[in-house]
């Protein structure tokens, strides 16, 4: 009820909140402290897993379903179009594991996306990514059920009863039951998940060889001939390429999984990997079709719109005398869907729950089973909503929305990766030793003299970013409008009519739009050269990450290129699908500003702050729930630490967070995660779901992903341990302690040390704020980060 008030109260006041909170920034440390505080998630993935994980989405029965349509469009040269997505997808993927390096927590582009531009455009990664994969998984379902079906010799529709549907198929129930199964698998724990996708990646993968090998010895050489399609010239190569982009789409869900692998480098790896090594299947797949096929040059535009279905690899295989080929098809593409639906629903879940942790959906989908330590009710409702739109909507014109979500939220992702590089602000990252570092500002590297020599202030160099930046992604859609009017389309219902005819003929000419583009086009993409040049003449680098990263030679181009293939992409979709689009997100927006928007307001506005310099928090363990100690002290600056008591608020035993060690004292650098711990909790018994944390997952053990030396905590401790996570061996912070007592007290050693009484009951986080000066200069203090002045004031409005 007290919520139902604020939700109100915060809604009518929209006007006033919206500029602030929609580019309210959030910060590492609270992701990671969200991530720890909500409760651990199991870390199930090796290296050999990870790579598993990523062929398995990748691979799964789009190869099977598209590779024909795409052919169709694009004629033999669909082996370019097979290059051309997978170049755009390797190149987005390069900037998307940088990021999951950098910030290892497991809303991926979401919370990459929210850390760098704030909560609106991180809504919109998840309104995309969540339109990118339920549409997705739903087709992928379908592909199963047609395939399993082929597999038993029956008919695409034998799984499907009923009255019409949508689109004009029917009820697909094979499409409902698996993504269901699936599902309920899942809710037991990935650990059954993951063994399954290890297997069946590997199964379809040699079943995928088999295909080619096969289809190789039946190919012909003339089949190349003329290698575009006759109708759609080099747009074909395009429209094929955007079609095929769905065969590439999920690698993102490698960035879903960092909270649950057992070491956080190995994710750039497997992204890296399964894209190429799926490219390479791809390409054999592709090639050995289009050698196995006549094109299609018969000119009768109804002959050819009937061809675009009827092009896969069941029928040419029948059309080569290799009919028995058909099981091994359809084994494949069963196996790859398996693989493919159990990894996009666990990815799925995991941006859902990072987005309901901020209260962007209902808080409730946050919780995180205790037992199976996954988010199980965002699994469960998505499953339920995924089964449902696979079994109704029966419609190709799915494809394309797939793809425009998953490109959606991979152009935020490129530009995320371009501006962290170029800002100049503290930036804070987790090294490979766990602890947190912040580099500061001011240490340009190969750039800096450049800078200096021109005398550029911070601000200058910041607003030369963001102009570089905005034209540059003005030009990108510029170009993809350009093309997109111009270029030649189809449309799956258009018919001409009348047929233009010549000699009783049906022609194809009928189907391009006769524009020269080629000039213009070259002047765009001269205008992308000029802008990413500038970029790297008067934008001097900033920063590089300590972990894996796109190498400095290659910035800007490599994340400008990644952008503007991106944007193109979009562009080459076949645009029956834009209405569409445009509703979703135009929904999208009324639910953020209607839902999100408030609930994010009554989130943050019940965090209490004493001042902008420490707020310190317990948990205690009240009426059966974690909750923050009312009665927790507001330390309100160094001095206050020695000896304060807590109150009494705590219970008995282990059971309270003293975060006295995460900052370190005197050092002026205060980093504001330490308030969103509070936030993490409602304040109160009525505060309602709370995303936060769940009562029996009160570990913390992020020690899998930052190697550490001191022996693994069991998942069912309650404290907080995150020894290893920030290791003491920097020497700043030591820990020892006792469960014993009750007392809480505080002590800080001086010099920034912490030298913790006997007396204290519970583990500590020592935080390392390191201080990193290419220049060797002396390091500048580092700054709180902007948004904890935003977030207070806020507040005290
Ligand atoms: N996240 C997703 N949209 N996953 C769907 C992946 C489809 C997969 N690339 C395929 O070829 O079938």
Redesign the pocket.
Known sequence: MRLVKEWFAALCSTHSILPRLAFRRRTLEEELQEAMLRGSLRKTFGGFDVLCLGLG???????AQFTGTAGVYAGPALIISVVTSGVVALLAGICYAELCVEFPVSGGAFSYVMITFGELAGFLTVASLVL??VT??A??AR?FSTYLARLFNEGAAFFRLGPETVGGGQYDVMALSIVLVITAVMTLGMRESAFITTYTTVLKIALLLVVCIVGFTASQWSNMEPFLSPAFEEDGIFLGASIMF?????F??LGMAAEEVKNINHIPWAIVGSITASGVLYFMLAFCLVLMTAPNISCPYSEYLSSLRRLNFITVFDAVDRGYMAYVVAAAAVL??LA?LIV?LF??SRVVMAASRDWLLPPFLARVSPRTQTPVIAQLCLGVVIAVIGMVVNNNAMVPL?SFG?LGALWLVCNAMMYRRYIPEVQVSVTRHGTIKATSVGHSLWAAPFRLRMGFSQTTQKVLVWVHMLLLNAICVGLAVYYQVTATQIEDEYVPDPPVTVNGVEQCENLSVEVNHTLATVWWLVSWFCITLSMQFWCPLEYEPSGWHVPRYLMPWLPSTATLLVVFSVAALPNSGYWKIGAYYAGALVFYLLFSLPMSYVKHSRVDFVDDDYTVVELAFIEGTWRPARQALMLTGTTKYGGASTGGATSPGNRSIDLKGFYPSGSGAVSPALRSVERGFPSGPSGGPSGAMSPATRSVDLRGNYPSTAGATSPGARSVDLRSFYPSSSGIARISGSSSSTAMTRGIGSGGGMTPHSGTTSAVLPMVLEHTSPGGANPPPARTPPRAKSVKSVTSS
């Open positions: 989405v990748l691979i799964g029965s789009g190869w990118e994969y997705g998984m087709l992928v592909g769905f065969s590439y789409v999920g993102d869900a790859g869907s493919s996009g990815s799925v797939v998953a």
